[in-house]
T-cell receptor, first 116, second 117 residues
């Protein structure tokens, strides 16, 4: 059981380039999330999805887009990367509703992105 | 909106010493509370959670936490710290959003634990 898998694990981008981060989960979780982690700021929610075909904005959505075409996959896109997007990105998933609140999240191992 | 405060950014303890990491939350109803641990270069792993019932909860790796409603706290404790406990620890509160069944976790800023031999 792989849990939550993120690809790639590391990436260096030039300013203005685009890229997509892939998150895949095999636990049949309903909800999926993208967070960014920066020193001293904890984890901040970028976007989330409560089901296939649905997405919503979190705390820091600007500069990012997401898609959830299949239940098991949640993609995070950067259309025009900026140095301010240098961060570690974590994907997480959870059950829906009360089960999700009770069990919490399962996290991937992260993607370290540097924009130069 | 809910919020979480971890007052200590960095804590250093000696191996074998006891540990307490502080967490204070703000939420209008009964919260769902979690502690996660993040080892260097890794994702977050769930240590323990409080949902309801007994206010002292046991987790993995010998950790426990106590929910104190009167103090809005959920402090993490361990009687004897091991060198392998060096990591960053995050407290999180789960709450309903917009009257839906969606439960959103809000994380604290984290506490880095250093363990001296």
């Amino acid at each position: 059981n792989a849990g939550v898998t993120q690809t790639p694990k590391f990436r260096v981008l030039k300013t203005g380039q685009s890229m997509t981060l892939l998150c895949a989960q095999d636990m049949n979780h309903e909800y999926m999330y993208w967070y960014r982690q920066d020193p001293g700021m904890g984890l901040r929610l970028i976007h989330y999805s409560v089901g296939e075909g649905t997405t919503a904005k979190g705390e820091v959505p600007d500069g990012y887009n997401v898609s959830r075409l299949k239940k098991q996959n949640f993609l995070l896109g950067l259309e025009s990367a900026a140095p301010s997007q240098t961060s570690v990105y974590f994907c997480a998933s959870s059950y829906g509703g009360s089960a999700g609140r009770y069990h919490g999240y399962t996290f991937g191992s992260g993607t370290r992105l540097t924009v130069v | 909106a809910q919020s979480v405060t971890q007052p200590d950014i960095h804590i250093t303890v000696s191996e074998g010493a006891s540990l307490e990491l502080r967490c204070n939350y703000s939420y209008g109803a009964t919260p769902y509370l979690f502690w996660y641990v993040q080892s260097p270069g890794q994702g977050l792993q769930l240590l323990l959670k409080y949902f309801s019932g007994d206010t002292l909860v046991q987790g993995i790796k010998g950790f426990e936490a106590e929910f104190k409603r009167s103090q809005s706290s959920f402090n993490l404790r361990k009687p004897s710290v091991h060198w392998s406990d060096a990591a960053e620890y995050f407290c999180a509160v789960g709450a309903l959003v917009g009257g839906t069944s969606y439960g959103k976790l809000t994380f604290g800023q984290g506490t880095i634990l250093t363990v001296h031999p």
